[in-house]
């Protein structure tokens, strides 16, 4: 504490010279009744020695995914972030700066941000991008009601939105959330045995506000079936893609089969995984829905002098001056870690992006080949190119699986139980471009062994 | 000028990676999802790249460039340490759905972080899933709904926020699908309680309201607010904005409250640059905490198995709360801005404190600096105080409506004019009941001469002519941008030259 306050043992000096009698007297307009007193039951403050030895001893309790072969994904993807990225997103400059309200001394991170916005738009091939809002899962919820305020007037189906019933529940529990306060109904939309979207259901969408899907999908199955969406569902409903970015090396982008309003967890671009958060929501959209889009967005502009100069643009959506008739609540978003997407793509190039995407896939169709055979394992959505990720279904339960996998130094996948209660006994397994392929070998060996074990 | 876009490396060519496991012609895509151009993304080798982003970094004003006075924002120091720990892979490395036997370390920290924020609030319950203050809130409204909803009493629709308060508050509220009251303040800034009490009712779901204000003042008068909406049934929520200026003092519990968030970003210290991340952490009272949004973290005495895994005494576990709203973030929070907020807390402990008060030394040093030197320069003419108060909080405001009016000098030149003094300027034109109002927040982190030094250049500013006050900044990277040309002539991307 004693280094973090410059005027500790100056309070004297400074209240005398203000003519105040003692720091009680600064807070003498806090009523009685409501003072706390007594000490916070709190522990002794810690030097910085201190304290970094207990978070190496807590945070060393924690099993890092780097420690051992790991295939936890499921919307979150472990990758490489280049170094210059830290070395650079720690400068104080950006660092320790805020909303750029002060666009003259705020043009670094104005220009970085609206450089994003340009890369982001050419990733995912939409006119507009905004600078982030907070993650995927509320970047999803905030397209659907912003969709709803485009479209709801001549709809139909009047504040109804659609979404794929693959979403996964926390997600949708997310949706839930944001959709239920403006009164929005969220229905679903049905999948074929083979794991891709049912065309033919999607005709009931027609006449709605918005339909929701995602490519790669939940099931990390590449659905072919996407460049019909927009021709079924017709122009008065908005069309949501939720995207991997990093798919989008190899994968065309949904801005170019119809998408009107693209969004995505940005983490794969420039972040680590870091328990969930901070990441990134990406939100991308055409022009009918700029002026009720949410989150902040840097315009290009001019200074006096007619320099090249960059600001906070179309702000009378935001909630500082509409106040409750604003497009979102969203102030604090999360652009420090946008910055460091803009950096990882700005390092990577456009072949730089397809070689990552390409590795991602590589991984993920390599392991799908080397489980082919395995006795007792099966892949029941085989038949789809599935990128980061796919499911595999097991002769026993999943739970039984990972107890067996973590025995053995291996970070099983994710248990589709947790989605769905009945699929117990299948694993969705994810790799991305840190997978090695000594990582699969030892995956394969353990799950062949274990399946041997189980069936004997 | 260095632009992203202007970097023509050679075509294919890219950041170098290993190989793939397979060749690219290997992949079996779907033939009408196969990428039929590239992204037109610039092509950097890494010395460029450096050099363009170190480029803007210099072109940024951040707390380490200097001071950074900026009211209702809490932009104190960010203690370096923080990010060392940010970056152990035990916090970088791990995903939200491993094992809870995985993260023991993770969950206690949590434990912690809840712990230590609902005693520093006077709250029961805590959740650390909302990653900001905006969404705090949101999250806040949305148990108070359930909560009504569980009690059948759907008739409470209507939310009511000062006039004062931060645009968040009824656009969370308004979210939520409540309709929003808005009260006037009284002539001094504080709230109004007639005006309160003409406005609650059957319908009153809750009151949305900062203490201290946005106008750095303590609303006295707060319990009795507190009364008024309790008794026709409805809740009371506490914008946590301004918690730095009252921790350790007194607590949101205290002023008869029920659900609070904190805006960890600001009053422990996550770096947020250029407007996040943040986390918006929220305390509620026992009658709202079956509602909170899941996973919370509880503990127990670990069983004999887990004692080889417990990082302490206890074991600690993810918990789903009764009649939980479920989640607002996929995940478990900004667990990255949590692990660094626990760091900032941690080396002050019960002493937090003295961190509030330093706070609001701070404030009020440099409120009687300014008037000290404005009457030594024949300056303290061109403003008065946005309230009549003897002591501020954490933060102040003025009006620089006198100077308007005499010499056409705004709030916003007299911001621009410092620029070119090297500082951040404060909050301008908030709060809105403040005719051209500059709301100054120096936080604990900033020296007694520092403070001195802002008070004399402040002067310094305001003897200025109003030519050169229209004119400034001049020393800046740019010039007084042009909104009204931004909005206009909308360029949001690089433009190609074959779009
Ligand atoms: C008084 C007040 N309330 C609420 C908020 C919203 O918090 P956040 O920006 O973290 O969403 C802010 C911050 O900007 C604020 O100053």
């Keep these: 504490m004693v280094d973090q306050l410059p005027n500790l043992g100056r309070e004297e000096e400074m209240l005398k010279e203000m003519g105040v009698a003692s ?46 072969p790991s295939f936890l994904g499921a919307g979150l993807y472990r990758n490489f972030v280049p170094s210059c990225v830290f070395q650079l997103v720690t400068r104080g400059e950006f660092l320790t700066s805020y909303t750029p309200y002060q666009p003259e001394v705020s043009q670094g991170m104005l220009q970085a941000m609206w450089e994003f916005q340009s890369l982001i738009s050419e990733l995912i091939a939409m006119p507009i991008t905004n600078l982030s809002l907070y993650d995927g899962s509320t970047a999803a919820a905030e397209a659907l009601t912003c969709a709803v305020r485009v479209h709801t007037r ?3 189906q009047k504040d109804t939105v659609y979404i794929s019933e693959l979403t996964p529940p926390d997600r949708v529990s997310v949706i839930h959330n944001y959709c239920q306060g403006a009164g929005i109904k969220v229905e679903t939309l049905r999948h074929d045995e083979n794991g891709c979207i049912n065309l033919d259901d999607v005709e009931r969408a027609r006449g709605s506000c918005a339909v929701y899907v995602e490519q790669p999908n939940p099931l990390g199955i590449i659905d072919g079936g996407y460049p019909s969406l927009k021709e079924i569902i017709g122009d008065k409903t908005a069309l949501i893609v939720g995207v991997q970015p990093v798919s989008l090396g190899l994968l065309e982008a949904p801005g170019n089969y119809g998408a009107d309003i693209v969004i995505g967890e940005g983490q794969p671009l420039g972040s680590p995984i870091t328990g969930g958060g901070p990441v990134y929501g990406i939100f991308g959209c055409t022009q009918p829905y700029l002026r009720l889009m949410p989150g902040r967005i840097v315009g290009r502009s001019i200074d006096v002098d007619g320099k090249e100069a960059y600001c906070l643009t179309l702000s009378t959506r935001e909630q500082h001056i509409r106040r409750h008739r604003a497009t979102s609540n969203i102030c604090t978003n999360e652009t420090l870690i946008a910055l460091m997407g803009a950096m990882h793509m700005s390092l990577l190039g456009p072949e730089g992006l397809e070689q990552l995407a390409v590795r991602n896939m590589a991984a993920c169709t390599q392991l799908k080949r080397q489980l082919a055979g395995v006795e007792g394992v099966t892949l029941p959505y085989d038949g789809q190119s599935h990128f980061n990720e796919f499911v595999v279904e097991l002769p026993a339960s999943t739970s039984a699986c990972l107890a067996y996998l973590e025995a053995n130094g291996v970070v099983g996948g994710f248990d589709v139980s947790n989605w769905y209660a009945e699929k117990t006994n299948q694993m969705l397994v994810t790799v991305t471009d840190q997978t090695s392929q000594r990582d699969l070998d030892r995956l394969v060996d353990c799950l062949r062994a274990w399946a041997q074990e189980v069936s004997a | 000028m260095s632009r992203l876009f202007e970097h023509f490396g050679a075509e294919g060519k890219g950041y170098a990676q290993p190989s793939p496991m397979l060749p690219a012609t290997e992949l079996d895509l779907p033939s009408n999802m196969v990428r039929k151009q590239l992204p037109r993304w610039p092509r950097l080798s890494e010395p460029e790249m450096v050099r363009h982003y170190t480029w803007l970094s210099k072109r940024n004003f951040g707390i380490d460039t200097g001071f950074y006075p900026l009211g209702s924002c809490t932009m104190k120091h960010n203690p370096r340490v923080n990010e060392v720990v940010a970056q152990l892979p035990g916090i970088a490395d791990i995903h939200p759905h491993q094992p809870e036997h995985q993260l023991q370390g993770l969950l206690s920290i949590y434990y912690e972080m809840q712990d230590m924020l609902a005693i520093c609030a006077g709250m029961d319950a805590v959740t650390l899933q909302p990653v900001a203050g905006a969404q705090g809130e949101f999250t806040a409204v949305r148990c108070f709904q359930e909560y009504f909803r569980h009690r059948g009493e759907h008739h ?33 800034g504080r709230i109004d309680l007639s005006a309160l009490r003409a406005v609650v009712g059957d319908d009153t779901a809750a009151m949305m309201i900062t203490n201290p204000n946005t106008l750095g003042l303590f609303e006295q008068d707060i319990a009795e607010a507190s009364s008024i909406v309790h008794e026709v049934g409805g809740l009371m929520y506490y914008d946590g904005a301004n918690f730095n200026a009252i921790l350790g003092r007194t607590s949101p519990g205290l002023m008869g409250f029920d659900a609070v968030h904190y805006n960890l970003h600001k009053t422990f210290s996550q770096p947020h640059g250029g407007g996040g991340p943040g986390s918006g952490p929220i305390g509620v009272k026992e009658h709202l905490a079956p509602f909170l949004p899941s996973p919370i973290v509880a503990r127990r005495a670990p069983t004999d198995d887990e004692k080889k895994q417990c990082v302490d005494d206890h074991w600690y576990t993810w918990h789903t709360p009764e009649h939980t709203i479920g989640k607002v973030q996929q995940w478990h929070g900004n667990a990255g801005a949590v692990l660094r907020c626990w760091a900032y807390y941690r080396r002050y402990g019960k002493e937090l404190r003295t961190m509030s008060e330093h706070a609001v030394l701070n404030a009020n040093y440099l409120r009687h600096a300014i008037h000290r ?23 102040f405001t003025l009006s620089l409506g006198p100077a308007k009016e005499s010499l056409g000098i705004s709030a916003m030149d007299v911001a621009k004019g410092l620029l070119d003094m090297g500082y951040m300027a404060p909050t301008v034109y908030f709060p809105l009941v403040v005719p051209e109002c500059m709301m100054i927040e120096p936080t604990e982190t900033e020296s007694k001469e520092t403070l001195d030094t802002f ?22 990277p740019v010039r007084r941008v042009d909104e009204v040309y931004a909005a206009r002539n909308l360029c949001l991307r690089h433009p190609f030259d074959d779009d």
């Excluded at chain 1, 002794?44 to 420690?67: T, W, Y």
């Excluded at chain 2, 008070?455 to 800046?476: G, I, M, S, W, Y």
């Design chain 1, 154 to 156: 001549k709809a139909e």
């Design chain 2, 373 to 395: 030197e404005a009457k030594a320069a024949g300056v303290d003419h061109l403003f008065v105080d946005g309230a009549d108060t003897i002591v501020a909080k954490h933060e």
């Design chain 1, 23 to 68: 720091i009680d007297a600064l807070f003498a307009d806090v009523p009685e009744s409501v003072r706390m007193v007594g000490d916070l039951p709190l522990p002794d403050a810690q030097s910085e020695e201190e304290l970094l030895a207990d978070a190496k001893r807590l945070l060393g309790a924690n099993l890092a995914l780097g420690d051992q």
């Design chain 2, 455 to 476: 008070a004399r250049d402040f002067c310094k500013v305001l003897q200025l002519d109003a030519e050169t006050l229209h004119n400034a900044p001049t020393t800046t």
């Design chain 2, 156 to 188: 409470r629709t209507k939310v009511i926020v000062p006039d004062s308060a931060h645009g968040t508050n009824p656009a969370s509220a308004a979210m939520a699908g409540f309709e929003i009251i808005e009260i006037p303040s009284q002539e001094d």
